[in-house]
């Protein structure tokens, strides 16, 4: 026997529109605290969030494209630009046209971009302190988050 009354049915179809209830505002302000949190810590290093994740890429595999690096960032690689000039005033890399094809460019770190890796090594430990989680916890979290990723991009 079937016990949920219409005005329960309507209750529950109402709370799918609460905004507390949504998946995707809870990762949207997460993201937003998250990026708060960085601020202070990549302001000691001159880089903001944006610079920081284009400088991770490169700290992983210097001499990328910028389409690789806009491919490995999951951005446009017009938006990537600017962004790259702005490290390459910083004197934290440098942009050079390929030999083989003008049209693409080539993007290497600087040793001064290089040398900005060791500094930044705090900044993971003091994000996973800021977190409250364990460092298990937050790779759980993790893996979660990367499928999600991955079931969103094959909808596209």
């Excluded at 997460?30 to 903001?48: C, F």
């Excluded at 000039?85 to 050079?96: A, D, P």
Aim: with cysteine; charged share 20%.
């Amino acid at each position: 026997m079937n016990t949920e009354s219409t005005h329960d049915r309507a209750v529950s179809a109402d709370d799918s529109l609460l905004l507390d209830n949504q998946l995707c505002f809870s990762l949207y302000s997460t993201s937003l605290l998250m990026t708060k949190v960085y601020k202070p810590l990549l302001h000691a290093l001159g880089l903001t969030y944006p610079q920081y994740l284009t400088m991770m890429v490169l700290w992983e595999k210097n001499g990328m494209t910028v389409g690789e690096i806009s491919t490995r960032l999951l951005t446009d690689p017009g938006s990537l630009t600017p962004l790259l000039k702005r490290l390459e005033v910083e004197g934290l890399l440098s942009r050079t046209r390929s030999k083989e094809d003008e049209r693409v460019v080539i993007v290497e770190l600087t040793p001064q971009g290089r040398a900005l890796r060791d500094k930044a090594g705090s900044v993971p430990l003091n994000i996973v302190k800021a977190t409250g989680h364990s460092v298990e916890e937050l790779r759980a979290l993790q893996v979660s988050l990367l499928s999600l990723r991955k079931n969103l991009q094959q909808g596209l």
